[in-house]
């Protein structure tokens, strides 16, 4: 349990609900620890605090048009990375053609977004058509594949996912789970199984490790767990909001 040092204090002209009917002719900046969670203070400025006139060094403001990148590659591996640090990769991933391989993530969960395009994904537990504005959060050390007849244009975060806590606005709030598409041992599924050998590519700590089996390894009958691959539109994701409360960020948290 943390102890912060957090006595309650207001010094000179001070709105007394943050974020709104702030003292005229000023602007508003919070300061915090502990995300959104911890203590914060409002400071009310006579200019705006984001009205810097020139930034140098490694925490200058950066944007990134993936647009620009015209690379493409059948294999996600390849895939630019944006940015990174030890818990977080951020990659963009253009790909042409159909996945001609198997890939499995050993470090952690992958989310695909897909900005752009269209096809099939052939995992470990089934078929997943997917389309555009979908998310597909793919579980750590799953087999898996995408087919398309169409450039993809795929935003890839790798994390550790879970749902976030909802708290008072209920278990349906922002997206209802039952929204929350699954693969399907289907008919697409059975007509791909085959005896051809068949490559996998294995990255663990950023290093690919080539596996080959002689036949194709996506042929289960059959699965039941609480862990698989799920699927959701932006479409489908209701955000909260309020015209009289300054919502946080995590407050969006999908």
Request: net charge neutral; proline share 7%.
């Amino acid at each position: 349990m943390r102890k912060w040092i957090n006595p309650p204090r207001i010094e000179g002209k001070s709105s007394r609900q943050a974020h709104t009917n702030l003292p005229e002719g000023t602007y508003e900046r919070e300061l915090g620890k502990d995300g959104f969670l911890g203590p914060a203070t409002q400071m009310y400025h006579q200019h705006p605090p984001t009205n810097w006139s020139s930034i140098e060094g490694p925490l200058r403001h950066r944007a990134f048009d993936t647009r620009l990148d015209k690379g493409s590659s059948n294999s996600p591996w390849d895939a630019k990375i944006l940015l990174s640090n030890s818990r977080v990769l951020i990659r963009i991933w253009h790909c042409q053609k159909s996945m001609q391989h198997l890939v499995r993530n050993a470090d952690g969960d992958e989310l695909l977004f897909v900005h752009q395009g269209k096809g099939e994904l052939y995992c470990d537990y089934g078929h997943l058509s997917f389309t555009e504005g979908d998310y597909i959060v793919i579980p750590k050390g799953t087999l898996w594949r995408l087919e398309s007849q169409q450039r993809l244009a795929i935003l890839m975060i790798e994390a550790n996912y879970q749902l976030p806590e909802k708290g008072i606005v209920g278990a349906h709030a922002i997206f209802d789970e039952a929204m929350l598409d699954v693969p399907e041992i289907d008919d697409a599924f059975n007509a791909q199984k085959n005896e051809n050998e068949c490559t996998i590519l294995i990255k663990h700590t950023n290093e690919i490790t080539r596996m080959v089996y002689p036949i194709n390894p996506l042929d289960a009958v059959g699965w039941h767990g609480t862990l698989m691959p799920v699927r959701i539109n932006w479409r489908d994701i209701r955000p909260l909001m309020s015209h009289r409360y300054h919502l946080p960020p995590m407050a969006h948290t999908t």
